[in-house]
């Protein structure tokens, strides 16, 4: 864990021993507080970044080449944005850069730095059809309209959070430690497993992850029967390899409600459920969006 201290005094000493104690990664700046949730910043991890200023009438900020958008809370007085750092990203220390706009005029810098630790991830390796390591020339074409389709698709996203509450798991069914995974697929062709895998049969109800809209529910080469959400602000969520897709594009949905049946359609060795999280570009760890509280930010 760290700590970061502006313009560090004796009072503020004391002040690192309590954050210290509250498990936080925080930064205080001119009566503005910043903290970021989960506080150890890694490779693939979701951030929920707060920002207590009572007297800002907004909060701007950019980080790893991303605007974010903050959202005020109910009370008037916190600021939120969710973010997060993709599993391919570079570690090392960032830029995260953050202004507050003063309701009396002029603007406050917030901006930090934030060390991205690496992340533990496994090697693993499996066997799938060979025309998913090597696909037919028919098969390219379909592939490439196919990731246009997908980067249209990811580009827009609401600009208001469309989530209540934190996130839930998708299927009541046990999920494995895949995310990270460096994969050899017929000892050819290597990649991350970018999501998290839940061992669940043929039949399993899937269910969204929280509210959001339908963006795209439709058959994919590697994907299988695809179901996509957009939760606002650049975050989604995509359930893959389902044997049936209950919900249509542009169609709203409320954290629980069924999106589809899970299968074994697409690039799969067998039954099993591929749950993805992304922002922006980035693929986050499905683990930690389900520990992280957002009851908070609203």
Known sequence: MRVLILNPTLRSASLLLCVIAAGNLSVHAQGAAVTLAPAEVVAGSPELIRVNAADAAGVEGEWLGHKLQFFRRRDGQTWFALAGVDVEGAVGASTLRMNARLASGGARDLSQTVDIQPANYRTGSLTVAPKFVEPSPKALQRIKAEQALKEKVFAASAAEPLWTGSFRAPVAAQPTDSFGTRRTFNGKLASIHKGMDFRAA?????????????????????????????????????????????????????????????????????????????????????????????????
Request: net charge positive; charged share 20%; glycine share 14%.
């Open 202 to 298: 043929t039949g399993t109800p899937v269910q969204a992850g929280n509210g959001g809209v339908v963006v795209l529910a439709r058959p994919l080469y590697y994907e299988g029967n695809c179901v996509a959400i957009d939760h606002g602000l650049g975050l989604f969520t995509i359930s893959m390899h389902l044997s049936r897709i209950d919900v249509k594009e542009g169609q709203r949905v409320a954290g629980g409600d069924m999106v589809g049946l899970s299968g074994a359609t697409g690039r799969v060795t067998g039954p099993h459920l591929h749950w993805a999280v992304r922002w922006r570009d980035a693929y986050l760890d499905p683990a930690k969006l389900l520990k992280l509280d957002l009851s908070a930010a609203r």
